[in-house]
């Protein structure tokens, strides 16, 4: 059977009149009961109204997504734009990420005095203070690292340079340090004439550390 146009314009009022009056509800209240959670579903409905809505969520749906990636990455790379740069004064114990052993950290206190030492020139005594922490915790690399600074400023660049070897092998975990490692070993071949050696040493360092 085929309706014109009023008769389907009629039956649908009747429809509608007596859906309201069966279930004591209006249209929009079925509409409204009928909307769905997804953001996805309005868009198949075919009323301009679930179109609307669906856009709608789409847009809250992204919108939360793109704050909340906002925030993860100013998380990740805002921590790392404000941190403070590394230094060769910070304290060593900073440089591990989780808390050493006990031998291990009574091997830093004693370089810890040993950099006060040097910094007021008492070679003698910060030597002695690297010795100890060498005998309490042979693989600490940063005792070798503090007798090749000693080595260098006493001029005896070849002895440094021997330190320093070791302090490359311990340093793997601490990059900034085995970098200032090699850029002190390239200093120490400037010194002693070997130019190749010293750029070569340079470069390395760089390689490591980019900000060197």
């Given amino acids: 059977m ?5 008769e ?11 859906t309201q009056t069966r279930y004591q509800i209006s249209l929009r209240e079925i509409c409204a009961r009928a909307r769905p959670r997804s953001f996805v579903a309005p868009l198949l409905r075919p009323c301009p109204l679930g179109l609307r809505d669906g856009l709608r969520e789409i847009k809250k749906y992204f919108h939360v997504r793109f704050i909340f990636l906002f925030i993860l990455l100013l998380s990740v790379f805002g921590c ?13 114990l900073n440089f ?8 291990t950290q009574a091997a830093l206190k004693l370089t ?10 008492h070679y003698d005594v910060a030597t002695e203070h690297l010795q100890k922490a060498l005998m309490i915790d042979p693989q600490c690399p940063f005792p070798y690292y503090f007798l090749a600074v000693i080595s260098h400023q006493a001029g005896d660049f070849k002895k440094s340079n021997g330190f320093l070897e070791k302090a490359k092998q311990l340093s793997f975990p601490f990059p900034f340090w085995r970098a200032q490692s090699y850029t002190l070993s390239g200093q120490n071949f400037e010194s002693l004439g070997n130019k190749k050696m010293a750029r070569m040493e340079i470069k390395k360092a760089k390689e490591i550390d980019p900000n060197l």
Avoid at 2 to 6: G, H, L, Q
Avoid at 96 to 103: F, I, R, V, W
């Fill in 80 to 92: 790392a734009l404000f941190r403070p740069a590394v230094s060769t004064d910070d304290p060593l």
């Fill in 2 to 6: 085929v309706w014109s146009p009023k």
């Fill in 112 to 121: 810890e005095k040993a950099r006060e030492e040097l910094r007021a020139t």
């Fill in 8 to 18: 389907s314009e009629l039956n649908m009022e009747i429809f509608f009149k007596f």
């Fill in 96 to 103: 591990y990420p989780d808390t050493p052993p006990a031998h």
